[in-house]
């Protein structure tokens, strides 16, 4: 099943996942700046740089699809 959405619909969920994926490169850089050097990053640090990936690539794909 292919669902087909207007231009302006697709631009502004574009924006929104972009915006998301923004944000959680900030909250992972917040949460590795506040780890010392010589101990290991959280796993929410790795969790959230790949959230902000998959946000970034449905973005993508939603821009090839429109």
Do not use: F, K
Not at 24 to 38: G, I, K, N, R, V
Not at 51 to 61: C, K
Request: glycine residues 2%; negative net charge; charged residues 25%.
């Amino acid at each position: 099943m292919t669902t087909t959405i207007d231009t302006a619909t697709a631009t502004l969920l574009r924006s929104r996942l972009l915006d998301l994926a923004r944000r959680q490169d900030e909250l992972a850089a917040s949460e590795a700046a506040a780890t010392p050097y010589w101990m290991p990053q959280a796993p929410a640090v790795h969790g959230r740089r790949t959230a902000a990936d998959v946000l970034r690539a449905e973005a993508d794909r939603l821009l090839d699809a429109s």
